[in-house]
């Protein structure tokens, strides 16, 4: 059950279709809540969601789930997933839970559950979790006099929004700046252009309109065409695109040109470390970061540490091993002197700290690597183990022989979709495309 329940970003896939069905719901509430109710005091959840037109049937369900086996309930309504793993802290909750698909679809959802600490369950917890539903779920119920309370919470936004402001240095102000910022119709959709706009900024928004069916919809972080276009329109100084739960971040600048994680990654790296912030000698990002990145830190003597992709093992190792910077090239940006997790509005404020400090334009700030030629292709599978094919390992094996010691092959089934991505990287961009483009035909062969 635990392999297909939960994926690397908890529980993940079609509204009303399994795992994301009211039953399953309920039942992982059920589970959850009686796993983290132990001793004599009340036992409470915090529930933060997206702008998802499930997300009231999924809320109901872990409401029902949570407040049967004992746990009161506090609902924060739409509030981006760093939110949920503060407050979760913050409230002294015993669970989190962001209902939520990150930078997918409408149609999907998604169910992510923060420990009492803010941080992602472990793999081990989470299995337990399957299990319990699994079992029988009647021995799980609370007496009829303690089951739980569940009651809305109208100052979660507030208390997201002070806690974004306090990770910025005393004094920090925006005045000069004209931002346009895209919510993606997401979780952020209030609480982010409000930061902005206390701080100073002159804010125009763009993606502020949730209607339940259009988050992440042309745009977003995944889609910043039109972020693009309207930082150019309205000559802007910065251009800040986020996705459906705001947990990952990109930039455009002043020209209209894009910035991912690893340019961001860097900007924060170089500051924290010139003011002694830095710790660890280094930053934790994935295999999917760019060799640039990588190139760049050792000039400046630090180190980059990778892991698989998923922000989880990014924090896992950054907490194991005391880095305080990690994320991913996506924009999921981890600073655990603030979140527990990803947060695309603070990571975009430490960006901004940086622009008005140095007085330099975005172009400027955000250009800190040349990043070296890259490839990333997505292959739909319906069935079945691509990757496990004869063909397919034997592509695989003469393009990491062609790359050499140039460059870099990843070949990996995505966490949260049913999809293969090639990715390729190297000086020599014929090639690196020329590698990708006969992976990716071997894939669609089989």
């Avoid at 698909?101 to 793999?123: E, M, Q, R, T, V």
């Avoid at 081990?124 to 299990?131: C, D, L, M």
């Amino acid at each position: 059950m635990s392999k297909k329940l939960f994926g690397t970003d908890g529980v993940r896939g079609q509204a009303n279709q399994y795992p994301m069905t009211s039953e399953i719901a309920l039942k992982l509430g059920m589970a959850a809540g009686k796993m983290f109710t132990n001793g004599g005091h009340r036992h409470r959840v915090v529930i933060g969601k997206d702008t998802r037109l499930s997300g009231y049937m999924i809320e109901s369900a872990l409401i029902s789930g949570f407040t049967s086996v004992g746990m009161d309930v506090f609902q924060l309504g739409p509030v981006p997933t760093p939110g949920v793993a503060m407050l979760t802290r913050s409230m002294r909750a015993d669970l989190g839970v962001m209902i939520s698909a990150s930078h997918n679809g409408f149609a999907d959802n998604g169910i992510k559950i923060f420990g009492p600490d803010g941080y992602k369950l472990s793999d081990a917890q989470e299995a337990e979790i399957a299990e319990m539903i699994e079992g029988d779920n009647s021995s799980l119920l609370a007496d009829p006099r303690d089951i739980g309370r569940a009651k809305r919470i109208e100052s979660s936004r507030d208390r997201y929004i002070e806690a974004a402001k306090r990770s910025l240095p005393r004094n920090m102000r925006f005045e000069n700046l004209r931002i346009v910022i895209d919510c993606a119709h997401g979780a952020a959709y209030k609480v982010a252009p409000l930061a902005l706009w206390e701080l100073g900024a002159e804010v125009i928004t763009i993606g502020v309109e949730p209607n339940g069916t259009n988050i992440n919809q042309g745009c977003g972080s995944t889609s910043p065409e039109a972020l693009c276009e309207k930082v150019k329109e309205m000559r802007a100084d910065i251009g800040i695109a986020l996705d459906g739960d705001a947990d990952r971040v990109v930039i455009v600048d002043e020209k209209g040109q894009l910035i991912d994680g690893d340019q961001l990654m860097a900007v924060i790296a170089k500051s924290w470390n010139d003011q002694g912030k830095l710790q660890a000698g280094g930053v934790v990002a994935t295999v999917m970061s760019n060799l640039g990145f990588e190139r760049f830190l050792e000039g400046e003597n630090l180190k980059l540490i990778r892991t698989p992709v998923g922000d989880r093992y990014v924090v896992e190792h950054m907490r194991q091993h005391g880095f305080n910077v990690g994320g991913e090239q996506s924009g999921h940006i981890v600073l655990t002197d603030f979140s527990t997790t990803g947060d695309g509005l603070v990571s975009a404020l430490q960006v901004l700290a940086v622009v008005v400090s140095s007085g330099k334009p975005v172009s400027e700030v955000c250009s800190q690597f040349e990043p070296i030629p890259q490839l990333l292709q997505n292959v739909r599978f319906t069935s079945g183990a691509p990757l496990e094919e004869l063909s397919v390992i034997e592509a695989i094996k003469d393009g990491e022989e062609r790359l050499g010691q140039k460059g870099r092959l990843v070949i990996r089934p995505s966490g949260t979709e049913p999809l293969i991505r090639v990715m390729a990287e190297g000086d020599d961009k014929g090639l690196v495309e020329d590698v990708v483009s006969d992976i990716v035909g071997v894939l669609k062969a089989v």
